[in-house]
């Protein structure tokens, strides 16, 4: 059974780089035709996509983002990661990494795979 | 970008009750339209995808209806296990989530 679970640090200091790892069991990230995203979910509020990384390498992100996000992947280790630069208190959230299968239809970056989430806060 | 607004937030319920949850987006999103169970400390779970159809291993007391802007998400005969938070999710348009949906025990 495939299962994601996110690593790293839980206590970044402002203008740092948050950056974290998930980790793919059971099925390779760099074969099946799957995006790999990252999506938070500030503290009392919804859900924001972050943005995305495929195995060909291809990566999307949020506009509201963009300009901060960094997606890579690591075949060898079957790990995708997120870095997120100069980071704020506004960036405290529990962070998913999840896995969407390819469009087809009106089914778009359904994010049918989760793993439990990691809460990252910002704080000196 | 697509806002999306979903009501009632919260919404108190009994055990059997039918509920129904709605989405409404800003634009016509073309039932790019999918939903969210998160209960805390638990990974999320997709349940309907593409406005209508149930992911593997939903119980089909889940329902999803909807088209242009407007998408519900039914319930019927809740069960204790479904008590939580639901969020509807468009992709139409890069991707946005509704507010959510705090289903609570009445």
Known sequence: QVQLQESGPGLVKPSQTLSLTCSVSDASINIANFYWNWIRQHPTKGLEWIGYIHHTGANYYNPALKSRVTTGMDPSKNQFSLQLTSVTAADTAVYYCARAPPCGGSSCYAFDLWGQGILVTVSS | ?106
Do not use: H
Not at chain 2, 10 to 30: E, K, M, Y
Not at chain 2, 84 to 92: D, E, F, I
């Open chain 2, 1 to 106: 970008d697509i806002q999306m607004t979903q009501s009632p937030s919260p919404l108190s319920a009994s055990v059997g009750d039918r509920i129904t949850i709605t989405c409404r987006a800003s634009q016509f999103i073309n039932n790019y339209l999918n939903w969210y169970q998160l209960k805390p400390g638990q990974a999320p779970k997709l349940l309907i995808y593409s406005t209508s159809t149930l992911q593997s291993g939903v119980p089909s007391r889940f329902s999803g209806s909807g088209s242009g802007t407007d998408y519900t998400l039914t319930i019927n005969s809740l069960q204790p296990e479904d008590f939580g938070t639901y969020y509807c999710q468009q992709t139409y348009s890069d991707v946005t989530f509704g507010g959510g949906t705090k289903v609570e025990i009445k």
